[in-house]
C-alpha cells in the first residue's frame, strides 16, 4: 500500500488549496479513504472521510462547509478541496486508508494558512 499526498503549500486566509492522494498497492475502489491532520503541538485528527463508492461522507465540525472530499475510482485517487481556510487550519495533511484491519498513512502535506 502506498499513498502520496500532494498540494500542499503556503496560502494567505480566506484562501483556497486543493490536496490529492494518489493509492496504489490495494484495490482503491473497495475501501474508504480518510484525510487527517496533524497541527503543531497536537494530536493528529480526523478531517474528513469517504465510503468506496463515494455515498457517504462525513467530515468533522470545524471544517464543514469549507472543505469537501471527493474520490475517483478510475485514477485511485482521492481529494480535498479546502476553501474560506483559516490559520487553524494550518498543519500536516495525510490521507490514510484501512486495509485488512492494517492502517496506513502518506507522508504527509504540509498546509500552511498565514497573512
Known amino acids: 500500500v502506498q499513498l502520496v499526498e500532494s498540494g500542499g503549500g503556503l496560502v494567505q486566509p480566506g484562501g483556497s488549496l486543493r490536496l490529492s492522494c494518489a493509492a496504489s498497492?490495494?484495490?482503491?475502489?473497495?475501501?474508504?479513504m480518510s484525510w487527517y491532520r496533524q497541527a503543531p503541538g497536537k494530536e493528529r485528527e480526523l478531517v474528513a472521510a469517504?465510503?468506496?463508492?463515494?455515498?457517504?461522507?462525513n467530515y468533522t465540525n470545524s471544517v464543514k462547509g469549507r472543505f469537501t472530499i471527493s474520490r475517483e475510482n478510475a485514477k485511485n485517487t482521492v481529494y480535498l478541496q479546502m476553501n474560506s481556510l483559516k490559520p487553524e487550519d494550518t498543519g500536516v495533511y495525510y490521507c490514510?486508508?484501512?486495509?485488512?484491519?492494517?492502517?496506513?498513512w502518506g507522508q504527509g502535506t504540509q498546509v500552511t494558512v498565514s497573512s
Open positions: 490514510s486508508v484501512r486495509v485488512l484491519g492494517r492502517g496506513y
Open positions: 469517504i465510503t468506496s463508492g463515494g455515498g457517504r461522507i
Open positions: 498497492g490495494f484495490t482503491f475502489s473497495s475501501y474508504a
